[in-house]
């Protein structure tokens, strides 16, 4: 597959707290911001041919300092992002429109912890056919949906319930073609890109995640992610 990658890096990042370095994929773990670990990852996978980053208008200044990290032989393009991440993911997708690509990963910046096994796994569903794949993990905490208040309703199954991971992976003008359609039905609030071929009737193949390949959401997150990258540096 030849695969475009659109990285997603446009939020403000809210839930991690105001900082001044910036939204949470801006600030740095073993020395080097969040999004900067995410493109290497990306940059020395074979299958990588064009990389769109998606940031907030705001952030050109973070980004460029940022970027002073990279040293890229992949073309790396960034486009503005849209109020959400849904509006984010499709300006990316735009721009990859006339790129020689086969299949598009769509990423969040703040996933930095995935390997290029990972990759190759998603590279080899979507090489025998599939039109869209998800990384995937079996949820192993027990779950509960409880009301407003926060007094617990009902304990849920977790028997065949998994949790989302990215990079969501697709044939890219089956998922170019969801997303236009997504947005033409004043659609903007899916929160992942799965969601929108399962929405298209697109059928959706889970390969095995990663435990490492977490969201960094709050602002714990980011410590901890340092601290990985410190003890693994010793
Ligand atoms: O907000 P959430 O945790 O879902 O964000 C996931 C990813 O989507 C983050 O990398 C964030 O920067 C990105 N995003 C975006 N544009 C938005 C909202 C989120 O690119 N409007």
Do not use: W, Y
């Given at each position: 597959i030849s695969a475009g990658i659109v990285i997603v890096a446009?939020?403000?990042?809210e839930r991690a707290g105001s900082s001044?370095?910036?939204?949470?994929?801006y600030r740095l773990i073993g020395g080097k911001p969040v999004i900067v670990h995410t493109l290497e990852n990306f940059m020395t996978w074979?299958?990588?041919t064009e990389i769109v980053v998606v940031i907030h208008p705001d952030d050109e200044a973070l980004f460029a300092k940022a970027f002073r990290h990279i040293i890229s032989a992949t073309p790396i393009t960034t486009v503005h992002g849209g109020p959400t991440r849904q509006q984010s993911v499709l300006a990316g997708l735009r721009y990859l429109?006339?790129?020689?690509?086969s299949h598009v990963l769509i990423h969040d910046a703040v996933r930095p912890f995935f390997d290029n096994a990972l990759l190759d796994r998603i590279a080899a569903t979507l090489g025998d056919g599939a039109q869209a794949v998800l990384p995937a993990i079996p949820v192993t905490d027990t779950l509960k949906r409880v009301d407003s208040a926060g007094t617990v309703l009902t304990t849920v199954s977790r028997e065949h319930v998994y949790a989302a991971q990215t990079p969501?992976?697709?044939?890219f003008g089956t998922i170019l073609d969801a997303h236009e359609r997504a947005a033409a039905s004043?659609?903007?609030?899916?929160?992942?890109?799965a969601s929108i071929a399962e929405w298209a009737g697109i059928p959706v193949t889970i390969v095995e995640g990663t435990a490492?390949?977490?969201?960094?959401?709050?602002k714990s997150d980011i410590a901890m992610a340092d601290d990985k990258l410190s003890i693994s540096s010793l």
């Open positions: 446009a939020g403000r990042g001044k370095e910036g939204p949470k994929q074979e299958a990588t429109k006339d790129k020689q690509i969501q992976s697709f044939a004043r659609r903007s609030d899916f929160t992942d890109d490492d390949n977490v969201k960094l959401t709050v």
